[in-house]
């Protein structure tokens, strides 16, 4: 049996509507790209080849050892929980004397449920791969602003919020539970798959 693989995005996917996941990654109904889409693209490529011209190398061990404020862009993570490959690339991970920041950058960024538990995963990833007595944070940043939007200590609440999702999306990608659509017809309106969705609100 092949592994089953979770992204990280995936959780913001389900958050917004659970079918829509369900059309993308068990029945393959692929998600034409918007122009907002390939602007932010295109924004996040900037910033990295802007920080990479000043970034110095240095080992995983250095970075974490670290005392001073130290940065990393676009860092691929993954994990495994039982038959299941989490992964995903985070857009920053920040570290200092006492505390480790995971950092996700969105336009317009507001604090929904969804995006936390995407940032969630990536803390989950992080403290499994990488144990640390240095505090761990989940952050949300505004893409364009650099305003915080969110910031909170990941713990046990986080963590099990996290668990019920991630176990939700498995069952839902190897059908042990029927993908649940959303109810909400401005969500319709907005996707991307509602002339190919037959559960759509607004056909």
């Not at 034409?32 to 970034?55: N, Y």
């Not at 996700?104 to 449920?113: M, S």
């Not at 761990?136 to 200590?153: G, M």
């Not at 986080?158 to 109810?183: G, M, N, Q, Y």
């Amino acid at each position: 049996m092949r592994d089953v693989v979770i992204g990280a995005s995936w959780f913001l996917t389900q958050g917004y509507c659970e079918y829509k996941l369900y059309l993308e990654k068990v029945l393959g109904v692929t998600v034409p790209k918007t122009q907002e889409m390939l602007v932010g693209s295109a924004i996040h490529k900037r910033k990295e080849v802007d920080f990479l011209k000043k970034a110095e190398a240095g080992t995983w061990d250095d970075f974490l050892k670290s005392e001073e404020l130290t940065i990393s862009k676009e860092v691929s993570l993954k994990k495994r929980i039982g038959d299941a490959l989490v992964l995903g690339i985070v857009d920053e991970i920040a570290i200092d004397k006492d505390s480790i920041f995971i950092i996700d950058d969105k336009p317009r960024a507001k604090p929904f449920n969804s995006v936390k538990r995407q940032i969630t995963a990536y803390c989950y990833i992080f403290k499994e791969s990488f144990p640390s007595s240095k505090k761990l944070y989940a952050v949300l940043r505004d893409r364009d602003s650099n305003e915080i939007a969110w910031k909170v200590e990941y713990g046990k609440e986080l963590e099990e919020d996290f668990l019920l999702a991630f176990h939700r999306i498995r069952k839902v990608l190897l059908k042990e539970e029927e993908a649940i659509p959303t109810s909400n017809s401005n969500k319709c309106r907005a996707c991307q798959l509602n002339q190919v969705c037959e559960r759509s609100l607004v056909k």
